[in-house]
């Protein structure tokens, strides 16, 4: 398994697999992780740790002095204490054809995840949406969503979170 699959998977979603605790915004000591993980038979180094966290394309964890926390994406209890933000007219949300029934349905909701992640541009969204098989990217309407009282915030890494997106913020097209 790769770092960055390891931090995703126990700073996300499983820290007390390998017996982690986050505090309350997700963060936890670096020298901390480092013992969690070789006690569990996955090693790495500091430097290693760093030079993941720098190389990450998409930023997905952040370090601060002693500490490390994933940017967004937990399953599990935190608050990442990101204030509310002002969001571009239009957002994206990268997806796959087997989702839009249900999309159309309930709109974009969180699942196991807090908040629904959404992206400042249409590549990015189409990235997303490819991991998952052929892309289709939702453009959603974040200018009316937010004059109609729908909270946003923005993570260190630029992925716009917002509880859920109903239906009617959406428009649907294909990604090529």
């Known amino acids: ?7 995703a998977r126990h700073l996300r979603h499983t820290p007390e697999e390998i017996g982690l605790a986050l505090d309350e915004a997700g963060w936890v000591e670096i020298e901390a992780l480092i013992a969690a993980a070789t006690t569990h038979g996955f090693r790495f180094t500091r430097a290693e740790l760093e030079h993941v966290v720098a190389a ?7 370090i601060e002095g002693t500490r490390i926390r994933a940017s967004q994406g937990h ?5 990442l204490g990101l204030p509310s933000a002002v969001p571009p007219p239009y957002l994206f ?3 796959v054809g087997r989702h839009l029934a249900a999309i159309r349905a309930e709109g ?3 699942m196991d995840r807090h908040d629904v992640h959404l992206s400042a541009d249409r590549a990015t969204a189409a990235r997303v949406g490819a991991r998952r098989g052929r ?8 200018a009316a969503m937010h004059r109609d009282g729908h909270v946003f915030r923005v993570s260190a890494n630029g992925v716009w979170l917002t509880a859920a997106v109903p239906a009617r913020y959406l428009r649907f097209s294909e990604s090529h």
Do not use: C, W
């Open 75 to 79: 399953s599990v209890e935190i608050d």
């Open 1 to 7: 398994m790769k770092v960055s699959k390891y931090l």
């Open 135 to 142: 892309p289709v990217v939702l453009s959603v309407d974040a």
């Open 56 to 62: 990450n394309d998409k930023q997905r964890f952040a």
């Open 93 to 95: 949300h990268g997806t």
């Open 108 to 110: 974009l909701l969180p």
